[in-house]
């Protein structure tokens, strides 16, 4: 009997934009989608340690929570029909957030930065997060982590080396710090200290695990949904404003495709690999050289589904720290409403099939 693939939850970095994600999760679990592995950077990290850190029914409730308070800060933001003053109306929520911080997330130094002197460690950001370990500490059952109920991977730039590195509680322990390390984007976040090393947030590097997902087991067949939040396509732009946006799409979004292209590139040299092996005489089959070769061309199936955030006309460069809880449930709809149409249609969605493997194309989001 062939067995089931291994279901893997990819989540991308991308700030406020994270309550999409939340709400591809809800969809998710209306599915009885059961992610075996949850893999984040950035937001993403955060919320793959609110569902890998929590039974199944509590893992919604605990997103909302998380995702309630961060949005509580600014206290009005109505839903108007003109995109004009709606982007108005961001523009100031995302100051607000800039000026006040974020409720169980961060907040700004006081006294600034600037008054320490070179080296302190209150010198290298503007914010302090010390609210986000007290809400992880409350939100996240870390012994159930650490208890490998579900494997969980956190990536985070090394700031010695300027690596991408990545905490995996299949290698070792997991705490509070593993999850604010992989979510310490400077200059507005202080690096986090592990064990000696200094981390930031892992999308300074890439700001998609994907590549570690793929390259991180041969054997097992996957099912992978991928959710986005920065979309690598878009139109040329028309103001200082939309280029400031569009920059950012591109630079958070871009190394996805490209792991995704470089995957599927892999998967053919290996295809072609085992053809040209199975044209070899009997006499080199059986060398060391050949079975080596072998062992290298064995490919597990991989399906992947991918969702990505489609912006509101009125939103901008500062979408990803928008923290108004208008937006916030804007973000969490769209990504509902993303995975039940993904659902629906999944049997219609263009695909380049390989073997096994498939590449889906992501679905629009819904309006």
């Known amino acids: ?19 999409y994600q939340a709400g591809v999760y809800e969809g998710l679990a209306e599915a009885n989608f059961r992610p075996d592995w949850i893999a984040g950077i950035s937001i993403g990290a955060i919320n793959a340690a609110l569902i890998a850190g929590n039974a199944r029914e509590d893992r919604l409730p605990r997103l909302r929570t ?17 995109s004009a003053v709606r982007s108005y109306l961001n523009d100031a929520s995302a100051v607000w957030t800039a000026t006040m911080g974020v409720n169980g997330f961060f907040k700004p130094r006081v006294p600034p930065a600037t008054f320490y002197p ?19 500490e409350e939100l996240v059952d870390f012994d159930r982590i650490n208890a490998k109920v579900h494997r969980l991977s956190l990536g985070a730039t090394n700031i010695r080396t300027g690596e991408l590195v990545y905490f995996d509680n299949e290698k070792q322990t997991i705490r509070p710090e593993h999850v604010m390390a992989s979510g310490a984007l400077p200059p507005g976040f202080p690096p986090i200290e592990i064990d000696g090393e200094h ?3 892992g999308g300074v590097v890439s700001n998609t695990p994907l590549q570690y997902v793929m390259q991180g087991t041969t054997k097992d067949d996957l099912l992978v949904f991928q959710i986005d939040l920065f979309n690598a396509h878009g139109a040329l732009p028309r103001t200082l404003l939309e280029v400031a946006e569009r920059e950012k799409d591109i630079r958070y979004a871009s190394r996805t495709t490209h792991n995704t292209d470089q995957a599927l590139k892999i998967h053919e040299a290996k295809v072609a690999l085992r053809a040209l092996l199975a044209t070899l005489p009997d006499a080199l089959r059986n060398t060391p050289s050949a079975e ?13 589904v991918k969702l990505v955030y489609r912006r509101k006309p009125y939103e901008g460069p500062s979408k990803d720290y928008e923290f108004s809880r208008l937006a916030m449930t804007e973000h969490w709809a769209a990504g509902l409403a993303d995975l039940r149409k993904s659902m629906e249609k999944r049997a219609d969605m263009t695909c380049e099939r390989h073997k096994r493997t498939t590449k889906t194309i992501e679905p629009e989001s819904a309006a």
Not at 11 to 18: F, K, S, V
Not at 68 to 74: P, Q
Request: glycine content about 10%; charged content about 15%.
């Open 1 to 19: 009997m062939q067995q089931e693939p291994k279901r893997v939850l990819v989540l991308q970095g991308g700030g406020a934009l994270g309550a």
């Open 66 to 82: 998380f995702w309630e308070r961060a949005s509580a800060g600014m206290p009005f933001t109505p839903d108007v029909p003109n």
């Open 118 to 136: 070179p080296g302190m460690p209150e010198a290298l950001s503007y914010y302090d997060t010390t609210p986000l370990r007290a809400t992880l």
């Open 199 to 201: 981390y930031w947030d």
């Open 292 to 304: 080596l070769l072998g062992d290298l061309s064995y490919e597990n199936a991989v399906t992947l």
